[in-house]
C-alpha cells in the first residue's frame, strides 16, 4: 500500500506539501497540486482515516452493532447508514453482537477506542452494561427497535404495524391466519408485534394461533410445523420477516400447497428476497433505507428530535389473495 512518502517521491514534493494536498490545506501552486493529484492517482494511495482520527482526535468512524450481519433486513438497513456516513466523510465499523449479545462488550470497546462519532445499535436491544462500556461521551442510536426508556431511535410502531398487517388479512376475508413471531426473547421488536397482531384476532372474536422462529430463513419450517399442528386449515400465515415468510412460501410449495389459491402469506421488512420469490411477497414494509440515513443523521447533529417514528405501509405484491366471504363474519 502506498504511502504519503511513495507519494511524494512520485510528485517530486515534500511529504508535507502531500499531506496539505491531501487535506485540502493551502500553501502550494496548482502546478504542484495536479502532480500531487496525478502520483495519488498513479499509486492508488488511500488515506489512513482511522489513524488520523486516533492523531487528531477528530471522530471519523460510525460503529454499526448488529446481531447477524448478513440477514436481509440489516443489509437493508446499512445501505442506508454507509451512503449518509461515506457523504459526511465518516467510516463505517461493523460488529455482530451475537446472541444474547454475547460479542457486544468487545466491539463496544473497539468503537470506544476509535473515538467513534457515534454507535448504531440495529435491533439490539441496549443494556445499562453496554451503555456503560461505551462510556458516556459515545453517542447512539437504535435503529428498527424502540426503547421504553426513550433512548434515541429511528423505528416503525411495531405494534401497529403488526395490528394493521393482521387487519389487512382479515380484510381479504381470512379468519384462521397463524401468526409466525420472531425471537421469542425480544420483548422491544417481537414482544409488541405479537401485541398486534393478538389484538387484531380478539377485536374479530378469533383465537391467536401462534408460533415462534427467530426471523431467520431455516427456521420457517419448524414454526410452520407449529402453526399447522395447531390449526391445519389455516388459510393466512403472517410472518414477522421477510425471510421466514419466503421460506414458508417455498415450503409450502414443496408440500403441495399452492400460495396463494391455498395458503396466503405475508412478510414483514419489504426487504429484497421479497421480490426474488414466486409468488411475489406482500409485505408490511419498513423504510428500512431511510432508517440508516436517518440513524447517521442523528449521530452527527445531536440536537435533532430523539426519538422518530416512521411510517409503514402494506406493499401488496401476489402472496396474499381474498378469501369468500360466504359464511363468515364481515371485517368490520
Do not use: W
Not at 457523504?87 to 470506544?112: D, E, I, K, Q, W
Not at 440495529?122 to 451503555?131: C, G, K, Q
Not at 380478539?202 to 431455516?218: C, F, K, Q, W
Amino acid at each position: 500500500m502506498a504511502t504519503i512518502r511513495d507519494v511524494a517521491r512520485r510528485a517530486g514534493v515534500s511529504p508535507a506539501t502531500v499531506s496539505r494536498v491531501v487535506n485540502g490545506l493551502p500553501g502550494y501552486t496548482d502546478a504542484t497540486r495536479q502532480r500531487v493529484e496525478r502520483a495519488l492517482d498513479e499509486l492508488r494511495y488511500e488515506p489512513d482515516t482511522l489513524a488520523r482520527g486516533l492523531k487528531t482526535r477528530q471522530s471519523v468512524v460510525i460503529g454499526v452493532l448488529t446481531p447477524v450481519v448478513s440477514d436481509a433486513l440489516t443489509s437493508e438497513i446499512l445501505r442506508g447508514v454507509e451512503a449518509a456516513a461515506q457523504n459526511s466523510g465518516h467510516t463505517v465499523m461493523l460488529g455482530r453482537s451475537g446472541p444474547h449479545a454475547v460479542l457486544a462488550p468487545g466491539y463496544l470497546r473497539t468503537f470506544r477506542t476509535y473515538r467513534a462519532a457515534g454507535v448504531l445499535l440495529i435491533s439490539v436491544e441496549i443494556t445499562p452494561e453496554m451503555r456503560q462500556t461505551l462510556g458516556p461521551g459515545t453517542p447512539f442510536v437504535a435503529v428498527a427497535i424502540r426503547d421504553g426508556r426513550a433512548f434515541p431511535s429511528v423505528a416503525i410502531d411495531d405494534e401497529k404495524a403488526a395490528y394493521d398487517g393482521t387487519r389487512y388479512l382479515l380484510g381479504m376475508g381470512h379468519r384462521r391466519i397463524g401468526c409466525m413471531g420472531g425471537d421469542i426473547t425480544s420483548t422491544l421488536v417481537n414482544t409488541p408485534r405479537l401485541r398486534g397482531y393478538t389484538r387484531a384476532m380478539r377485536e374479530m372474536g378469533l383465537t391467536p394461533v401462534i408460533a415462534h422462529g427467530n426471523s431467520l430463513y431455516d427456521s420457517a419450517p419448524g414454526a410452520l410445523d407449529e402453526l399447522l399442528a395447531q390449526d391445519p386449515a389455516l388459510t393466512a400465515v403472517f410472518a414477522f420477516s421477510d425471510e421466514m415468510a419466503v421460506a414458508t412460501i417455498n415450503e409450502l410449495q414443496q408440500r403441495g400447497r399452492s400460495v396463494p389459491e391455498d395458503v396466503s402469506v405475508l412478510g414483514f421488512d419489504n426487504t429484497r428476497t421479497a421480490v426474488h420469490v414466486n409468488p411475489a411477497l406482500t409485505t408490511v414494509a419498513q423504510p428500512l433505507e431511510l432508517m440508516g440515513r436517518l440513524a447517521v443523521e442523528r449521530i452527527l447533529t445531536p440536537g435533532g428530535p430523539s426519538v422518530r417514528v416512521l411510517a409503514h405501509r402494506i406493499l401488496e405484491r401476489d402472496s396474499v389473495a381474498s378469501v369468500p366471504a360466504a359464511g363468515q363474519r364481515a371485517f368490520a
